[in-house]
């Protein structure tokens, strides 16, 4: 199979290349080339910002093409320049309108596509892939469009898998702060079984759209999975209330000064808990959530980039004072 990922340098994409050069499939990638991808697999450094972008690319005919994009016009110029006879989209979760209700499956009601070629900031990150899954419908030949949740795993940058686990290891106190709702749901999905999914997918030409992501846990759960990773002498989880985390700036989800995974809004309880039986019976398959916690505290205790999620031991030092002064 001759195979062109639009991407290979990033979290995901480097995953699918390093797999796609393991299992021997003639893998071309293209992208601007911040990082690199995997030893071994040819790169075409090109800006799909621009409108003769895919040009080095455009005279082959490509068994199968791998897109990224989160932006409709890098999809709409990839749609009307290439020549494949199956695509494989890249979407997300975040393609959903409502996730006050369990289990949403791939006909839930969708945000409104975006209509610009371009994201203006976050918020339109799912009308825009919502768009870019439209053009690549679109596109002659058949498409797997997959629908990730959260991807965590080695090389998670954004640490909203890692930190809980390198928190573990690395305690402040006698016990780690963490979110005060230990049954809210959680999923993440391993960036690998994730690569691994999308290339199954290439490979047979799966025609369909499709949720993917790991097991529903609740927040508790994955907190215990990262205890068992550390181990003997690993600290005890202490709940945080609410109203003092909001009090003190702790951020949900994600960023700076934040508990990841925290979701404190009934409109998005949810998210966590996708229907993913259309892609198992395409052949998903995930693995235990403790090796992947085993992974990422391996990826964390050696990430050379600044630690993006969680609170820094000054900010958790500080929060454990207040909730002893506060009894
Ligand atoms: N991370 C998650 O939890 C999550 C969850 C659901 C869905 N997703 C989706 O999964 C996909 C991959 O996520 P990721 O975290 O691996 O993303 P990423 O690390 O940001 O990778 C994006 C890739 O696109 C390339 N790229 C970006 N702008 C480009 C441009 N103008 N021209 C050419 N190439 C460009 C980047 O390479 P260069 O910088 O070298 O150009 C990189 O290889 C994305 O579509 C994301 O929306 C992610």
Known sequence: MNLLLLG????LGRAIATLARDRGI??????RGSALPPDGVPLIRADRDHQDALEPVADREWDAVIDLSRQPGQVRRAVRDLTTSHWVFVSTANVYARFDRLEPDEDSELVEPLEVDEMRGVEDYGPAKVACENLIRSAPGTSTIVRPGLIGG????????????WRFANPTGPDILVPPDLSLPV??????????FIL?????????????????????????ACREVVGDGAPEIRPVPADILEREGVQQWMGPRSLPLWINDPEWRFFATLDTSGARSHGLQTRPLVETM???????????????AGLTDDEEIALRETLELEG
């Open 294 to 308: 085993a992974r990422t505290l391996d990826y964390e205790e050696n990430r050379t980039e600044p630690r993006e």
């Open 187 to 196: 999923s993440l999905i391993d960036v690998d079984d994730l690569a691994s």
């Open 200 to 224: 199954t997918c290439a490979e047979h030409r799966v025609a369909a759209t499709l949720n993917t992501t790991g097991p529903t846990h609740t927040l508790g759960e994955v907190l215990e």
């Open 154 to 165: 080695p090389g998670d940058v954004s640490g909203r898998s890692g930190y809980y686990v």
């Open 8 to 11: 290979g340098t990033g979290f």
């Open 26 to 31: 003639d893998l071309t990638c293209l992208a």
